[in-house]
């Protein structure tokens, strides 16, 4: 059992919070690309770890993140005029800079240095396969890693976004829970393998012609073990499947907030949950080819299908009680919430509350990865407060070139041949790609 303090400890996002401060180490989404691109201009607002920020896009192409209110009288600079690499203020005509730095106060008496004292946040920002990241904590920023989802190229990568309102640490927990897909997920029927594109858990089961529906149906306690790696953990789940066969499904976490799963046989997932401020927070995923460039035509409809813009608010969500059907949940859906897994997913994170309350609690074997994931975490909050040891993930240049894939696969091999039946399976995958998947 959890104390308040502790749970706090690892749930809140502020820039004085423990949590706050190991989240602030790394690169964080901040936005689809495609936002910018929605709108009369290239302005969005932005809402992250507790901080109101405008995104924008220069006329030269460059991206810029500051502070949203202007610290004049706070009104929205989501409404400034993009002026001289900045953003010029309609009320007083104030003017920020590239860095955040107030350049003019043209309503001031001439030669007045007032604006030389004032300053507002100001972030580094880069664009990456459809998702706009930044850095908002101290020093320079780490180097991206040379995860799949960024060495692929554009063509094989999918990006979109969702709402989820309650704390980002839930959010990620679920997803290093492998054993809740049996259950949360489980479709009473099966589904043709073949109408499955781009949803997740649809295809076959690796090397069958089982669906994987039924493997996570019929095999529902899956023995964990999870490995701490250089990028965060790995979590095997494996299944025996009774004929001297056993399914096993590699996932992870990678530091500080992100996870990186199977989908299908050719794609996979990796998605970062990432707090807009304490009680919400959006999941942002990258979905990764290893076959045939993505549909994305059909991967954005089928997901805008679900979502409101332009905040990417699930339609079905706890005001429309997720679309909740008992006669569905008899005899289709273990949830009666529908087919899309999503939703699945965020009631069982909404349900939960805002702020999941650990003080009630009662972990079981099937939570080995959040127990570790818990202690990592507690860890990197250690190494900041101490200003001592390495947190995972924060490297080089040279480093982080490194720290590759992870895999994310499923595999089917005779049952004492599991541990390389796997990593056999992934290297003839990369073997074939039509991108340079190696690993070195
Ligand atoms: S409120 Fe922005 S310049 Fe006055
Ligand atoms: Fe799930």
Redesign the pocket.
């Known amino acids: 059992m959890m104390s308040q303090d502790k749970n706090d400890e690892i749930t809140l996002v502020g820039a004085d919070k423990p949590a706050g401060q190991v989240l602030r180490r790394y690169w964080m989404p901040a936005a689809l690309a495609v936002e910018l691109e929605e709108g009369p201009r290239p302005v969005v607002p932005v809402r992250l770890m507790g901080e109101d920020l405008v995104l924008f896009r220069r006329e030269d192409d460059t991206l810029g993140l500051m502070s949203r209110f202007?610290p004049?009288?706070?009104?929205d600079l989501c409404y400034g005029r993009l002026e001289d690499g900045g953003i010029r203020?309609p009320?007083?005509?104030?003017h920020f800079g590239e860095t955040g730095q107030c350049t003019e106060q043209p309503a001031e008496p001439d030669g007045s240095k007032m604006h030389e004292r004032i300053r507002i946040s100001s972030y580094p920002v880069v664009e990456k396969n459809g998702v706009i990241w930044t850095y908002m904590g101290p020093g320079e920023p780490p180097a991206f890693p040379a995860l799949d989802c960024f060495r692929a190229p554009d063509s094989h990568v999918f990006a979109f976004k969702g709402l989820w309102e309650c704390n980002w640490l839930q959010a990620l927990e679920i997803g290093i829970d492998p054993a809740h897909a049996s259950f949360l997920h489980r479709f009473l029927q099966d589904e043709d393998p073949a109408e499955g594109y781009g949803k997740q858990f649809r295809d076959k089961a690796a090397q069958s012609d089982m669906p994987m529906t039924k493997v996570l149906r019929e095999f529902a306690n899956p023995e964990l073990k999870v490995e701490e790696t250089d990028y965060g953990l790995r979590i095997i789940a494996l299944r025996d499947l009774g004929n001297g066969q056993r399914h096993v499904r590699v996932t992870n976490q990678v530091f500080p907030c992100a996870i990186t799963i199977p989908m299908s046989n050719e794609m996979t997932i990796t998605q970062w949950h990432v707090p807009i401020d304490d009680t919400h927070c959006y999941w942002y995923s990258l979905f990764t080819s290893f076959g045939a460039p993505v549909d994305k035509k059909k991967m954005w409809e089928q997901r805008i299908n679900e979502h409101r813009l332009p905040d990417f608010a699930p339609i079905r969500n706890k005001t429309n009680q997720y679309g909740y059907d008992p006669e569905e949940q008899k005899t289709l859906t273990y949830t009666g919430m529908g087919l899309d897994i999503n939703v699945h997913d965020q009631w069982a994170v909404e349900s939960m509350g805002a702020i999941q309350d650990r003080r009630h609690e009662h972990l079981a074997s099937s939570d080995a990865a959040i127990v570790r994931y818990r202690r990592l975490l507690r860890s990197a909050i250690r190494s900041v407060k101490s200003g001592e040891g390495d947190l995972p993930l924060v490297l080089d240049e040279a480093a982080a070139e490194e720290v590759q894939g992870p895999i994310s696969i499923d595999a089917i091999g005779p049952t004492e041949e599991w541990e390389t039946v796997w990593t056999d399976r992934d290297a003839g995958r990369r073997a074939s790609c039509s991108w340079d998947a190696a690993l070195s």
Request: aromatic fraction near 20%; glycine fraction near 20%; charged fraction near 10%.
């Open positions: 202007c004049h009288r706070g009104v203020c009320f007083h005509g104030w």
